[in-house]
């Protein structure tokens, strides 16, 4: 699998599918879940909404995944997964690993071969970038899939300088 790091905007990345860093109610919210809704329209939120009235009636449980469409994306699918808020005094690591792996196995379910991730957890959620960084990238390595791309989609400098610093310590 090819690892790639890029500064810009998941929701311009010609790839296969596309992680949302969703909320649980899988109807849109802030940042990179708003910015996915946003720019690929009600098509995304109609298939959250049969998702909501269907199997997760009580929202998406956090480390979990769930494909929809990409609708306007470029992309042909968007992967949500729900993060871990993070917190200084419970370790919730392993929920966020599982936003990764779970992610990476919907893709495999999909038959996607590239993949881009946001920094999940790492905005509203409070995830400190850096440890957020060493997570993502360490169980994607350690996660056995069929995608040959994975791409971090950065939003800003300090993302990127983390995820590089982390992607170097390997």
């Known amino acids: 699998m090819e690892l790639k790091l890029v500064q810009g905007d998941i929701t311009e990345q010609e790839v296969d599918a596309v992680v949302n860093a969703a ?10 879940d ?26 998406l449980p956090t480390g979990h995944a769930v494909a ?16 871990p808020v993070h917190s200084a005094s419970e370790d919730r690591s392993e929920l966020l690993a599982s ?11 999909l038959g996607a071969r590239s993949v881009a991730f946001p920094a999940i957890s790492t905005g509203i959620y409070g995830w ?3 440890d957020g960084a060493r997570i993502a990238l360490s169980t994607v390595r350690r996660t056995p899939t069929g995608v040959l ?12 300088a983390a995820f590089e610093e982390a992607l170097r310590e390997g």
């Open 68 to 83: 929809t469409t990409a609708g306007r994306l470029p992309a042909r699918w968007v992967i949500h997964t729900v993060g």
């Open 149 to 160: 791309e994975v791409r971090f989609v950065l939003f800003g400098a300090e993302a990127y």
């Open 128 to 130: 400190p970038m850096d």
């Open 34 to 59: 708003g910015a996915i809704h946003r720019r690929g329209g009600p098509e995304i939120l109609q298939e959250c909404r049969a998702l909501r009235a269907s199997r997760y009636g009580g929202g």
């Open 23 to 32: 909320n649980s109610s899988l109807l849109g919210g802030g940042g990179v």
């Open 99 to 109: 936003c990764y792996r779970e992610s990476l196995r919907v893709a495999d379910e």
